[in-house]
């Protein structure tokens, strides 16, 4: 179905077409009198274990499935795609509505009391994970996606809206990232889109637990020390098509989730990974994390052009930093290296690779620069913690001090007998480094690393580790607490902008902040209680009113309770009054105190780092 674009210079649309199927009843003459005694319509009945709907249509019912035992259409040759299907619908399936209408007859009686007055079944789109695509087409410059619209007309005001800005202004007054085309990059092949758009339309009311990881379209993009992982007990998640290891099972333990609203199975080993990165050393893998190269005889003054960092350092210097738009909201939360004179390499999230890529492309204009996606060439490997320049100095006969290493810069090592470029930073709040070391070298490089490490006590880690981690330190998570519509300074991240520097991308938005002050702060908040957990979206109270809510969440094992983050309204405050108000967070209807602080719990002078 995704080629229907691309004989008009379009591309190929990651996104499959299911048939869905719902029943309208004739009219039911004590629904018609109820509706005309309260002067409104019922309430729609969702049944989430059943997975259907059943709404009032006139003076009719409205049964709608999300059947398990679902249909794609046009999936396969035996199918093809019409060239015209304007009016039409499927022929009727009633076997597969049957248990579902029984279902719903012992729910609601007075639906069984009425005869069917029309079938229809016609075509519903899904892209791989149910939402929309709106905002510019990757690789198709000045062309814009509006498309697969799950829930229909519901969704067109705020998508004419969204477009419109996309169009004429080249962003968003929103953060649009759910449904940008960019989240998707090579891997959503016809059988992926086919397998994991049946999946989404069977569990549109299942319970989508945190951490929940869906079964279909795995292995579509492999780390090269994949199966190292998981023979050492590596229990895997997907993310933009990549396999990552989020948790280590230990030896007797089954290496799989159990879902739970409460502590999951695997929150002690994330603890144990966690304290490990705390107080000895860790590793994991993230080779997923996008990996652009930059370069040409214009790449300083573009990379000073379209970042709010400055880029003219030494060779070997990393620059953390951000691309803004023009209003200073966060495009892209990234590092930049320094490799040569004219070479630089961007690391991002792995979900937001293609995004920052195609950022850097329509910021281009008349630089002289190449731009590359270099994410497969190399392997990386991170090593973190107290005890991390001790393994590194067992398996590699470079200087790993601070003299020779500071903090914030690269150098090419060798390990073993691979050739690899240690990046000392961290994501963690610990001492540590990133090895980049090529695909076909990567193997060789674990192994090296493991076999002394694990001697010493070092712990195999996983995504899980990292998040806890990061919200102990503070560290902005891109997605969640940075986005396009957060401006840098209101998110604390106003030290990694250079606001001397004469002509950036969202320079103006600096300026104009400075002076006007700031309307928002992102806050830290601990729980008093050690006990709840947080996820995002818990609201945040202020001396008792509710102000915000959590950006993001998670359990800091060092500090021994959840932590989040929130912006928090501030203007014409000062700091401190902000930080001297009480703060709660509501956790499933029960408020919990909270400490606030505007300077990470764990480390605040990054003195461990």
Same mark, same amino acid.
């Given at each position: 179905?995704?080629?229907?674009?691309?004989?008009?210079?379009?591309?190929?649309?990651?996104?499959? @077409?299911?048939?869905?199927?719902?029943?309208?009843?004739?009219?039911?003459?004590?629904?018609?009198?109820?509706?005309?005694?309260?002067?409104?319509?019922?309430?729609?009945?969702?049944?989430?274990?059943?997975?259907?709907?059943?709404?009032?249509?006139?003076?009719?019912?409205?049964?709608?499935?999300?059947?398990?035992?679902?249909?794609?259409?046009?999936?396969?040759?035996?199918?093809?795609?019409?060239?015209?299907?304007?009016?039409?619908?499927?022929?009727?399936?009633?076997?597969?509505?049957?248990?579902?209408?029984?279902?719903?007859?012992?729910?609601?009686?007075? /639906?069984?009391?009425?005869? !069917?007055?029309?079938?229809?079944?016609?075509?519903?789109?899904?892209?791989?994970?149910?939402?929309?695509?709106?905002?510019?087409?990757?690789?198709?410059?000045?062309?814009?996606?509006?498309?697969?619209?799950?829930?229909?007309?519901?969704?067109?005001?705020?998508?004419?809206?969204?477009?419109?800005?996309?169009?004429?202004?080249?962003?968003?007054?929103?953060?649009?990232?759910?449904?940008?085309?960019?989240?998707?990059?090579?891997?959503?092949?016809?059988?992926?889109?086919?397998?994991?758009?049946?999946?989404?339309?069977?569990?549109?009311?299942?319970?989508?637990?945190?951490?929940?990881?869906?079964?279909?379209?795995?292995?579509?993009?492999?780390?090269? @020390?994949?199966?190292?992982?998981?023979?050492?007990?590596? @229990?895997?998640?997907?993310?933009?098509?990549?396999?990552?290891?989020?948790?280590? $099972?230990?030896?007797?333990?089954?290496?799989? #989730?159990?879902?739970?609203?409460?502590?999951?199975?695997?929150?002690?080993?994330?603890?144990?990974?966690?304290?490990?990165?705390?107080?000895?050393?860790?590793? #994991?893998?993230?080779?997923?994390?996008?990996?652009?190269?930059?370069?040409?005889?214009?790449?300083?003054?573009?990379?000073?052009?379209?970042?709010?960092?400055?880029?003219? @350092?030494?060779?070997?210097?990393?620059?953390?930093?951000?691309?803004?738009?023009?209003?200073?909201?966060?495009?892209?939360?990234?590092?930049?290296?320094?490799?040569?004179?004219?070479?630089?390499?961007?690391?991002?999230?792995?979900?937001?690779?293609?995004?920052?890529?195609?950022?850097?492309?329509?910021?281009?204009?008349?630089?002289? !620069?190449?731009?590359?996606?270099?994410?497969?060439?190399?392997?990386?490997?991170?090593?973190?913690?107290?005890?991390?320049?001790?393994? /590194?100095?067992?398996?590699?006969?470079?200087?790993?001090?601070?003299?020779?290493?500071?903090?914030?810069?690269?150098?090419?090592?060798?390990?073993?007998?691979?050739?690899?470029?240690?990046?000392?930073?961290?994501? !963690?709040?610990? /001492?540590?480094?990133?090895?980049?070391?090529?695909?076909?070298?990567?193997?060789?490089?674990?192994?090296?690393?493991?076999?002394?490490?694990?001697?010493?006590?070092?712990?195999?880690?996983?995504?899980?580790?990292?998040?806890?981690?990061?919200?102990?330190?503070?560290?902005?998570?891109?997605?969640?607490?940075?986005?396009?519509?957060?401006?840098?300074?209101?998110?604390?991240?106003?030290?990694?902008?250079?606001?001397?520097?004469?002509?950036?991308?969202?320079?103006?938005?600096?300026?104009?902040?400075?002076?006007?002050?700031?309307?928002?702060?992102?806050?830290?908040?601990?729980?008093?209680?050690?006990?709840?957990?947080?996820?995002?979206?818990?609201?945040?109270?202020?001396?008792?009113?509710?102000?915000?809510?959590?950006?993001?969440?998670?359990?800091?094992?060092?500090?021994?309770?959840?932590?989040?983050?929130?912006?928090?309204?501030?203007?014409?405050?000062?700091?401190?009054?902000? /930080?001297?108000?009480?703060?709660?967070?509501?956790? $499933?209807?029960?408020?919990?105190? $909270?400490?606030?602080?505007?300077?990470?719990?764990?480390?605040?002078?990054?003195?461990?780092?």
């Amino acid at each position: 179905v995704g080629e229907w674009f691309k004989p008009y210079g379009g591309r190929t649309l990651p996104m499959m @077409v299911m048939s869905h199927q719902y029943m309208l009843t004739d009219e039911i003459p004590e629904l018609e009198a109820w509706s005309a005694e309260h002067g409104h319509k019922l309430p729609l009945l969702r049944d989430v274990d059943s997975s259907y709907y059943l709404r009032q249509e006139k003076h009719g019912l409205n049964l709608g499935p999300y059947e398990r035992n679902c249909k794609a259409h046009w999936a396969d040759p035996s199918d093809p795609l019409p060239e015209d299907f304007s009016f039409q619908l499927y022929p009727d399936d009633l076997e597969r509505l049957e248990w579902y209408v029984e279902d719903a007859m012992a729910r609601v009686p007075l /639906l069984g009391t009425a005869g !069917v007055s029309k079938v229809i079944n016609g075509p519903i789109p899904y892209a791989p994970d149910g939402m929309p695509l709106i905002g510019p087409m990757p690789g198709v410059p000045n062309a814009f996606e509006a498309c697969v619209f799950t829930f229909g007309i519901a969704q067109g005001g705020g998508a004419g809206k969204v477009l419109a800005e996309w169009i004429t202004e080249g962003q968003t007054e929103w953060d649009m990232w759910s449904c940008d085309p960019r989240r998707y990059t090579d891997y959503t092949d016809h059988d992926y889109c086919v397998a994991k758009g049946m999946e989404i339309y069977g569990h549109e009311y299942a319970m989508h637990f945190p951490w929940y990881e869906w079964p279909a379209g795995r292995d579509k993009k492999l780390s090269p @020390v994949h199966d190292k992982v998981v023979e050492l007990g590596g @229990v895997m998640g997907a993310y933009n098509g990549w396999e990552r290891a989020n948790w280590f $099972a230990r030896e007797a333990q089954e290496p799989e #989730y159990q879902y739970s609203w409460q502590r999951q199975n695997f929150f002690d080993n994330v603890r144990e990974e966690h304290m490990a990165v705390r107080q000895g050393v860790g590793m #994991y893998d993230m080779s997923s994390f996008g990996k652009i190269r930059v370069e040409g005889r214009d790449v300083e003054a573009f990379m000073n052009y379209v970042g709010g960092g400055d880029y003219s @350092v030494a060779n070997g210097k990393i620059v953390y930093t951000q691309f803004l738009n023009r209003r200073g909201g966060i495009e892209a939360d990234v590092t930049v290296t320094r490799l040569t004179e004219q070479s630089y390499l961007v690391v991002t999230p792995a979900a937001t690779r293609l995004a920052d890529e195609t950022w850097l492309r329509r910021n281009q204009g008349d630089f002289e !620069v190449v731009i590359t996606d270099v994410t497969s060439s190399e392997g990386v490997l991170a090593i973190m913690g107290p005890r991390s320049r001790e393994l /590194l100095e067992a398996v590699s006969p470079n200087d790993f001090t601070n003299a020779s290493n500071p903090f914030g810069t690269a150098q090419e090592i060798e390990i073993g007998m691979g050739l690899a470029r240690a990046h000392r930073v961290t994501y !963690v709040g610990e /001492l540590g480094w990133e090895i980049y070391v090529s695909a076909d070298m990567a193997g060789h490089v674990f192994e090296r690393l493991a076999e002394p490490g694990l001697e010493m006590g070092m712990r195999l880690c996983g995504m899980h580790m990292m998040d806890t981690c990061r919200i102990e330190k503070g560290f902005r998570h891109f997605g969640h607490d940075i986005t396009s519509e957060d401006h840098v300074m209101e998110a604390g991240l106003g030290f990694a902008v250079k606001k001397d520097k004469a002509n950036y991308i969202g320079r103006e938005a600096i300026l104009a902040k400075q002076e006007n002050g700031l309307d928002m702060r992102l806050l830290q908040f601990k729980l008093s209680d050690p006990e709840p957990l947080l996820y995002h979206a818990e609201p945040v109270l202020r001396d008792g009113e509710i102000v915000s809510y959590l950006t993001s969440g998670a359990y800091g094992h060092h500090e021994g309770a959840a932590m989040g983050m929130g912006y928090i309204p501030c203007k014409g405050e000062k700091l401190a009054d902000v /930080l001297g108000s009480t703060f709660e967070i509501d956790v $499933a209807g029960t408020r919990v105190e $909270a400490e606030v602080s505007s300077k990470p719990f764990y480390d605040p002078k990054s003195e461990r780092v």
